[in-house]
């Protein structure tokens, strides 16, 4: 079964600087996809950025890319210039491109707080 | 994209009861699925809703303890039965278009507080 470690459970970031959130994952698969979703006080969970597992280029999305190591089986999201909005919990998950279905295996979170 | 509601948004619950959440998609998913975040938690996967079939549950969920029903493409419901204490969570009903979509539509949970 797949796993997904987040081993930060809290970081700070003061307004405008970056952070970098960490991220592992355990699976024998090579075909997957890796996500970052980033859930507010309003519960809803909001897409970061999405990496497939296939492509080797680090996928960005404005101030929000990513460290893609395939080998390492390592995730990590990097936020720049962070925002006062950036601030919330934010999960790295991890969904099989072999397995029928799309169940996403999500790991702890790590809460993001952002100091002005 | 698709925008899933649920119902009720949160309830109180006396010890033994039973709660059904709905959950409604406003146009045709494939993938269904319900999860559980317990507070200041992760998300687990209670079980993939299957129109017009029995769902598939995750290793440690039981159908007994979550009966789950998926009459069309549009809806499912999750029972959680002899509600106990430690059922006190926020339950997600999450949805997807097929097997090689991308995006994830979340829905914005039901908080379960059982006393």
């Known amino acids: 079964a797949q796993t997904v470690t987040q081993s930060q459970p809290e970081m700070s970031v003061q307004e405008a600087e970056t952070v970098t959130l960490s991220c592992t994952y355990d699976t024998s698969e090579s075909d997957y996809y890796l996500f970052w979703y980033k859930q507010p006080p309003s519960r809803q969970m909001i897409l970061v950025i999405r990496?497939?597992?296939?492509?080797?280029q680090n996928a960005t999305e404005n101030r929000f890319s990513v460290n893609f190591q395939k080998a390492a089986k390592s995730f990590s999201l990097k936020i720049s210039d962070s925002q006062l909005g950036d601030a919330a919990m934010y999960f790295c998950?991890?969904?099989?491109?072999?397995?029928?279905?799309?169940?996403?295996?999500f790991g702890a979170g790590t809460i993001l707080r952002v100091k002005s | 994209s698709a925008v899933i509601s649920q119902k009720p948004s949160r309830d109180i619950c006396q010890r033994g009861t039973s709660l059904t959440i709905q959950c409604q998609v406003d146009?045709?998913?494939?993938?269904m699925f319900w999860y559980r975040q317990q507070p200041g938690q992760s998300l687990t996967l209670i079980a993939t809703a299957n129109q017009g079939s029995e769902a598939t549950y995750e290793s440690g969920f039981v159908i007994d303890k979550f009966p789950i029903s998926r009459p069309n493409l549009t809806f499912s419901t999750l029972t959680v039965s002899n509600l106990s204490p430690e059922d006190s969570s926020i339950y997600l009903c999450?949805?997807?278009?097929?097997?090689?979509?991308?995006?994830?539509?979340f829905g914005p949970g039901t908080r379960l507080t059982v006393t």
């Open positions: 990496q497939e597992a296939y492509k080797q």
């Open positions: 146009s045709q998913v494939t993938m």
């Open positions: 999450t949805a997807t278009r097929g097997q090689m979509s991308h995006e994830q539509y």
């Open positions: 998950a991890y969904r099989s491109a072999m397995e029928y279905g799309n169940k996403l295996v």
